[in-house]
């Protein structure tokens, strides 16, 4: 069971770099909230929204087709993909330079141009060092991958504690008015929440350092046939992630829209939305786990063939990653209890909690899906993911409006769930047509449904008059020794997964 060992240990390694960047990142919230009030940072949240989408286009797909080319000539593929993304990136950060001070008017922020054209050499930074990074993980390079990749966050955080935390104080004369003029003249107030785009900037622009022995090894090389082999494949990946990316905010564009006046007594949509989208944070925590999971998992199956990247693995590696999606679900929601209590301070968020174990069984079906769409990336086929992607966000859409009327947030969620299921048949049907793989789905359907099962029987167990933490784990404590039973066989206190 090596192939588990390994790609277990690779996912909590990028994990590690992965939570610690989500959890210090959720630590800027509070440093943002306490330098500015709510319509500073509306500039940063529509940006960054925006950015979010830039960001797929900046890269168009071609990291996957990295991985999918460089097992046949890895210099090369490097080389020429790597020259294609700063070409593209420096027309698009042309553009937005050019046009930065209309755009921003037209959004509304006249005079801040200066603020997207920090953003535009961000994307275009995120976009060239996107390809260095995919050589770390292709080459396996983990430590250096996560170093980066942490030295980077913690260098954005403190000049956001400098500039926020330091220097506006300063200048506002928090810290007493005794200090030297020039130090107080270091925070320029017209700058206000741009402070964080240019944190964010000094941060990523830091990756070029640490990421010089990969640059060094680029050479300029270009190639038209080639690229245009490159587009081809990965083209239909960027729709599909913009289709995946609109699949997850639209629900909270419907809410607002379709959300009958009235429906929650005493709610506006508006607080509706905060309680849906603030409960949605909740989702994180399966989020975190398949991200990780890909970082390790992509460039192994689309790598270079050998005999331990087959299709037995792959069915193997997609069977414990259900089993462990499976176990995360469970023990989130039952312990939501206390969960809502740490994270959602204020007891009308509560109301909403809900919708939470929904959006994780969603995000586990979303999970699968990716894991088994090796099989159209392997096959150079991946319009059918744009295919399947673009059905998923149908029934996103369809799903919302029908029902938000009658279900309110709820809705949003079923919805989702409903996507997901959708999108995961479609792959697995259609990777059993192209490149059939002996996934376990009846094994799978056990688990998920014994979780299902676990969640909501601790519904009618908390009528047992013993503390909430063991009637609501019960299920969860069954699973674990069913799976115990189920997939490891014992030699004297060690277990070892069994041989199937």
């Not at 993980?137 to 980077?152: D, G, N, P, T, Y």
């Not at 954005?156 to 005794?178: A, M, R, Y």
């Not at 939470?356 to 159209?376: K, R």
Request: aromatic share 18%; glycine share 8%.
């Amino acid at each position: 069971m090596s192939i588990l060992k390994k790609l277990a240990g690779e996912t909590l390694s990028y994990g590690f770099s992965t939570i610690l960047g989500r959890s210090l990142n959720f630590l800027l919230v509070f440093v943002h909230t306490w330098a500015f009030l709510p319509a500073e940072l509306g500039i940063n949240v529509k940006l960054y929204g925006y950015m979010a989408i830039a960001n797929i286009v900046y890269t168009y797909g071609m990291e996957t087709a990295y991985f999918r080319f460089a097992k046949e000539a890895p210099q090369k593929y490097y080389n020429l993909i790597l020259s294609a993304i700063i070409v593209t990136s420096g027309l698009f950060t042309l553009i937005l330079f050019l046009f930065s001070d209309p755009l921003m008017a037209q959004l509304g922020y006249a005079g801040k141009g200066v603020f997207l054209k920090w953003l535009a050499l961000i994307l275009a930074i995120d976009a060239i060092t996107a390809i260095p990074f995919a050589r770390l993980r292709l080459e396996q390079k983990i430590k250096k991958f996560v170093l980066a990749k942490i030295i980077s966050i913690l260098i954005n955080v403190s000049l956001n504690l400098i500039f926020l935390v330091g220097l506006k104080p300063l200048h506002d004369g928090v810290w007493g008015v005794s200090w030297p003029h020039f130090l107080r003249d270091l925070y320029d107030p017209s700058i206000g929440a741009g402070y964080i785009f240019m944190a964010n900037l000094i941060a990523n622009a830091s990756l070029f350092y640490w990421l010089g022995t990969e640059f060094r090894a680029y050479r300029w090389e270009w190639d038209w046939k080639e690229f245009k082999s490159l587009w081809i494949y990965s083209y239909p990946i960027m729709f599909m992630s913009l289709a995946a990316m609109f699949n997850v905010m639209f629900d909270r564009l419907l809410l607002e829209e379709y959300l009958p006046e009235g429906f929650y007594p005493g709610q506006t949509s508006q607080d509706a939305l905060g309680i849906y989208g603030n409960c949605y944070k909740l989702s994180v925590f399966m989020s975190l786990a398949i991200q990780a999971f890909k970082y390790s998992a992509e460039p192994f199956f689309l790598g270079k063939k050998n005999n331990a990247n087959n299709k037995e693995n792959l069915a193997l590696v997609t069977h414990w990653f259900v089993i462990v999606c499976t176990l995360l679900w469970v023990g989130v929601s039952s312990n939501l209890f206390w969960i809502q209590q740490l994270f959602l301070k204020k007891a009308i968020y509560w109301e909403g909690i809900g919708v939470v174990p929904i959006l994780l069984l969603a995000n586990l079906f979303l999970g699968i899906y990716y894991t088994q769409s090796v099989w159209f990336k392997q096959t150079n086929k991946t319009y059918m993911g744009t295919i399947i992607t673009l059905v998923g966000l149908a029934v996103t859409i369809l799903g919302n409006i029908y029902w938000i009327p009658t279900f309110g947030y709820m809705a949003c969620a079923w919805a989702f769930l409903l996507s997901s299921v959708i999108m995961t048949l479609m792959c697995y049907v259609g990777g059993q047509i192209y490149d059939p793989t002996p996934y376990r789905w009846k094994e799978a359907l056990i688990y998920i449904g014994m979780g299902a099962l676990a969640i909501y029987s601790g519904n009618y167990l908390g009528q047992i008059p013993i503390p909430m933490f063991f009637t609501q784990n019960a299920g969860l404590l069954v699973i674990l020794a069913f799976l115990l039973g189920k997939e490891f066989q014992w030699k004297g206190w060690k277990p070892q997964i069994k041989n199937r």
